[in-house]
């Protein structure tokens, strides 16, 4: 009986040691992964200050042309801050930036759009462009207000209007049956119902996670995508290297 009890205590002095090291070796992977992050971020804001700055004078050069249509995704809960989203757009006009498509799930910012665009000069609604007129103006920054309802609505109306479509050729003529839900006519439905606005190239996504956070899947079939971290961090240097890295790209389309 004294060498199980012996053994029993052995078994619970080496079990509270294991149970230490494990929380010991625990707590150093996340002070090494922390101090990794801490490394990165002050990376970031150093190398943002030295594009700023203009030390880095490659970043100076700008293909702005390249970039046709650009996105922002915007975390609901950040979109409540309209200042930073204000300061974001103007860095965009200073860029030379001139169409810009301003998202987030909930449409704050499309309720909002109001204070934002007295805050701004030189813009106008994506909606009200003419279509005689040329959406590259040079002078006028052209934004979109959309959000996550905008999409769902724009698919339930033009799935209506397909349907409606199907009906009409089911009757007329029975081999377009089963080409009636093909891309094309998809596209050209939510151009029918309004809810076609054009595809981004670049989509940059301010919020802490890294997706598009339910943005038009149709729309960004071939957009590239990059993550910004909080739109309270955000930083002018890091939003140049962005659109700067897009315009440096090769794309290919197709074969």
């Known amino acids: 009986m004294d060498f199980e009890a012996e053994l029993q205590k052995l078994y619970s002095v080496f079990a ?11 707590h150093c992977l996340h002070f090494i992964v922390s101090l990794g992050y801490f490394g990165l971020h002050v990376a970031d804001a150093l190398e943002s200050y030295l594009i700023s700055a203009g030390i880095f004078r490659s970043y100076q050069a700008l293909n702005i042309h390249t970039l046709r249509y650009l996105a922002i995704v915007v975390e609901s809960e950040d979109a409540y801050q309209i200042s930073k989203v204000v300061q974001l757009l103007q860095w965009l006009a200073d860029i030379g930036v001139r169409r810009v498509c301003l998202y987030d799930g909930e449409g704050i910012l499309k309720m909002s759009r109001g204070s ?5 000069k030189n813009v106008r609604l994506f909606e009200d462009v003419n279509e005689n007129k040329s959406l590259r103006d040079q002078q006028l920054m052209t ?13 339930t109306k033009a799935a209506n209007l397909l ?4 009906l009409k050729l089911g009757g007329l003529n029975r081999e377009q049956e089963e080409q009636i839900f093909t891309e094309s006519h998809l596209t050209e439905a939510l151009r029918a119902v309004g809810y076609k606005g054009p595809d981004p190239d670049l989509l940059l996504v301010y919020g802490p ?8 899947a149709w729309r960004i079939r071939y957009t590239e995508i990059v993550h910004m971290g909080p739109l309270t961090s955000m930083k002018y240097g890091l939003l140049i290297k962005a659109i700067y890295k897009f315009t440096m790209v090769r794309q290919n389309y197709g074969f």
């Open 143 to 155: 934004l979109e207000f959309s959000s996550f309802s905008d999409g769902k609505e724009g698919l």
């Open 16 to 26: 509270r040691i294991g149970n230490l090291g494990l929380r010991l070796l625990w």
């Open 116 to 120: 934002i665009l007295d805050k701004l």
């Open 209 to 216: 996670a890294r997706c598009h956070l339910g943005f038009s």
């Open 163 to 166: 349907f409606k479509e199907y």
